[in-house]
């Protein structure tokens, strides 16, 4: 998969996508992360990307021009174009899943108070927030996102990595049942009897039983 990010603050993603899993599904060509500096696309002294809005009001847009020519120049036939925003629809894991069926994304990070409203009309194919709070940029949100979706690209994480994800969904069947390791007593403190038992027909029930319970209990809206 290739995924291009345009962003003002390209040094801000070296470090969490140059470490582990993702470093190495990029390693392994299997995800090609390119950064693209908006101010690359200004043209005057000051590399202007920001305006104020019409008609007043707090705060900077980003201007359209340089995020046009950028996305122009970057996209290709098959890309799917990016917003990040709180505007945008809530990211979770099916939309995870979604965007690792395509072979070309482009991200676009949010700045400042927003777009320019001529950004979202002609040039996103999807708007994504990861969540009702308010950041500093789009830079984290998009780094959410391709972290989410790297670890969906076939090839990515290893029989072990993989397997565990199937008890864990959150997003789609419920939270998972609590887990134990050694040792069995720890400060006084015991792992259920149930799952020391040996009784392997016990302990699925015990596991689904909580796992629904939990679910329940912190996550409801997982069970609608
Ligand atoms: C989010 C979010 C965000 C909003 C960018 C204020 C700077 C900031 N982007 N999901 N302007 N939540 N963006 O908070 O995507």
């Known amino acids: 998969m290739k995924i291009d990010v345009l962003t003002l603050f390209p040094g801000m993603f070296a470090g969490p996508l140059d470490e582990s899993i993702i470093m190495r599904a990029r390693k392994a060509g299997l995800l090609d992360l390119k950064?693209?500096?908006?101010?690359?696309?200004?043209?005057?002294?000051?590399?202007?990307?920001?305006?104020r809005p019409f008609g007043g009001g707090p705060g900077m847009l980003l201007k359209p021009e340089p995020i046009f020519e950028a996305v122009e120049s970057l996209r290709r036939e098959k890309t799917r174009v990016i917003?990040?925003?709180?505007?945008?629809?809530?990211?979770?894991?099916?939309?995870?899943?979604?965007?690792?069926?395509?072979?070309?994304?482009?991200?676009?990070?949010?700045?400042?108070?927003?777009?320019?409203?001529?950004?979202?009309?002609?040039?996103a194919d999807d708007e994504l927030s990861v969540?009702?709070?308010?950041?500093?940029?789009?830079?984290?949100?998009?780094?959410?996102?391709i972290d989410a979706v790297t670890r969906l690209i076939p090839g990515v994480l290893?029989?072990?990595?993989?397997?565990q994800d199937e008890s864990f969904s959150a997003g789609s069947a419920g939270l998972e049942y609590p887990q134990y390791t050694r040792p069995a007593e720890f400060r006084g403190m015991k792992v259920p009897d149930v799952l020391v038992s040996g009784h392997h027909a016990e302990i699925e029930k015990w596991r689904r039983e909580q796992a629904k319970r939990r679910t329940q209990e912190r996550r409801p809206d997982l069970l609608e």
């Not at 945008?88 to 690792?100: H, I, P, T, V, W």
């Not at 969540?131 to 996102?145: I, K, Q, R, S």
Request: proline share 3%.
């Open 35 to 51: 950064l693209h500096n908006l101010r690359d696309w200004t043209h005057d002294r000051h590399k202007t990307v920001d305006d």
């Open 83 to 123: 917003l990040m925003s709180p505007a945008g629809r809530k990211f979770d894991q099916a939309s995870a899943r979604e965007l690792a069926q395509q072979e070309d994304l482009l991200f676009v990070t949010g700045h400042y108070e927003g777009f320019d409203e001529r950004i979202r009309e002609s040039l």
């Open 131 to 145: 969540g009702d709070y308010v950041l500093t940029n789009g830079a984290l949100p998009v780094m959410v996102v």
């Open 158 to 163: 290893g029989d072990d990595e993989s397997s």
